[in-house]
T-cell receptor, first 118, second 117 residues
Framework: AQKVTQAQTEISVVEKEDVTLDCVYETRDTTYYLFWYKQPPSGELVFLIRRNSFDEQNEISGRYSWNFQKSTSSFNFTITASQVVDSAVYFCALTGTVSLGQGGKLIFGQGTELSVKP | GAGVSQSPSNKVTEKGKDVELRCDPISGHTALYWYRQSLGQGLEFLIYFQGNSAPDKSGLPSDRFSAERTGGSVSTLTIQRTQQEDSAVYLC???????????????FGDGTRLSIL
């Protein structure tokens, strides 16, 4: 069975601090995909990044970076120099390969609520 | 449209009534998904469409829930004889994923907040 665990329910930081959101996953698939989504107070889920299981290169996008480690089944997300606008709930998600019967449904973690205070 | 559109944005109804929730996916996206978000259960998958077919209905919680998709575009999620535990935000997502190709990101609508009195 597939499972995603985000152990941090809530994190509170002060603006300009760096913060890392943890994500640990379980799957028996050899090919799988990992995602991070942001859900601001407005409610819409915003796609941030997709990673496939064959690509372990870390990725950086502006103040955001992602560390994918298959050896520890982790896909952690770091925000550098956090800002108030980063306040949101962040979800890590996992899916298998799309096939005729499997549509790539997302298995979500419980989410981490990040609060960035000025 | 540019994004996934859902209507209504809010729906309040009495227990026992039927409700219909609508999703208009991103143009050209053949894959469409319904999820439910509630405080106790987090984000849960309900059903997946590829075109007008629904090869994965494994997340529908009971036979009171059904969904259809017509013309490979708009989808309707119907809940019959609503119960208080059906109260949640119902989210629709679409993607360009098809069988045999890498999973493309799912793009979500703003959701329908359903409240059962």
């Amino acid at each position: 069975a597939q499972k995603v665990t985000q152990a941090q329910t809530e994190i509170s930081v002060v603006e300009k601090e760096d913060v890392t959101l943890d994500c640990v996953y379980e799957t028996r698939d050899t090919t799988y995909y990992l995602f991070w989504y942001k859900q601001p107070p407005s409610g819409e889920l915003v796609f941030l990044i997709r990673r496939n299981s064959f690509d372990e290169q870390n990725e950086i996008s502006g103040r955001y970076s992602w560390n994918f480690q298959k050896s520890t089944s982790s896909f952690n997300f770091t925000i550098t120099a956090s800002q108030v606008v980063d306040s949101a709930v962040y979800f890590c998600a996992l899916t298998g390969t799309v096939s005729l019967g499997q549509g790539g449904k997302l298995i979500f973690g419980q989410g981490t609520e990040l609060s960035v205070k000025p | 449209g540019a994004g996934v559109s859902q209507s209504p944005s809010n729906k309040v109804t009495e227990k026992g009534k039927d409700v219909e929730l609508r999703c208009d996916p991103i143009s050209g996206h053949t894959a469409l998904y319904w999820y439910r978000q509630s405080l106790g259960q987090g984000l849960e998958f309900l059903i997946y469409f590829q075109g007008n077919s629904a090869p994965d209905k494994s997340g529908l919680p009971s036979d009171r829930f059904s969904a259809e998709r017509t013309g490979g575009s708009v989808s309707t999620l119907t809940i019959q004889r609503t119960q208080q535990e059906d109260s949640a935000v119902y989210l629709c997502a679409s993607s360009s994923s098809t069988a045999g190709y890498s999973n493309q990101p799912q793009h979500f609508g703003d959701g329908t907040r359903l409240s059962i009195l």
